[in-house]
């Protein structure tokens, strides 16, 4: 039987020393609810967001009205803003932010199951990757795939930030 995808992120924190925020809005939490079910991920789990409304992404992790309207909110920019807030407002090393469209409508142009992540590792300098990615399925099934590869992206991108590679 193959191992648990989100054990395996969660030994990888452990093993690098990476204490992990999260920022979500469109997975509502599911990063932090998955790491949570495993004993241990009090190690590595500093804090989780779930920053829902355009005024909490804003007033909670310092996401600019400007890229909110440049670019809306189910955008890159503003999961790069997102993870930029949370690491600068928390004690942890590395951040996951998520942002998009759950479904199962479109709304503004954006079709359902599309969420935009950036991960974020603290550091001189501080790193950012960002991803667009489209999950299909019921509601419950795009946040729950949106978190598994959020947390499971995590690995690669610090990966990359490790042989310096950069955004």
Not at 6 to 13: E, F, K, R, T
Not at 19 to 30: H, I, N, P
Not at 94 to 104: F, S
Request: proline share 5%.
């Amino acid at each position: 039987m193959a191992r648990d995808p989100v054990l395996a992120v969660l030994g990888y924190l452990k093993d690098h020393h990476l204490v992990l925020t999260t920022a979500e809005s469109c997975t509502a939490g599911c990063m932090v609810a998955l790491l949570a079910a495993f004993p241990g991920t009090g190690e590595v789990l500093e804090s989780g967001y779930v920053v829902y409304s355009p005024s909490a992404k804003k007033r909670l992790l310092g996401v600019s009205a400007e890229t909110i309207e440049r670019y809306g909110l189910t955008s890159e920019p503003v999961a790069w803003e997102m993870a930029l807030g949370a690491l600068k407002d928390s004690d942890a090393n590395v951040v996951i932010a998520t942002t998009g469209l759950a479904g199962p409508d479109p709304a503004s142009g954006v079709l359902p199951g599309t969420l935009c992540f950036a991960w974020a590792f603290a550091g001189e300098p501080t790193a950012l990757f960002t991803r667009t990615q489209r999950f299909f399925g019921e509601r419950a099934q795009v946040m729950h795939d949106g978190a598994v590869y959020g947390l499971t992206r995590l690995i690669h991108y610090h990966e990359r930030w490790l042989r310096g590679e950069r955004a």
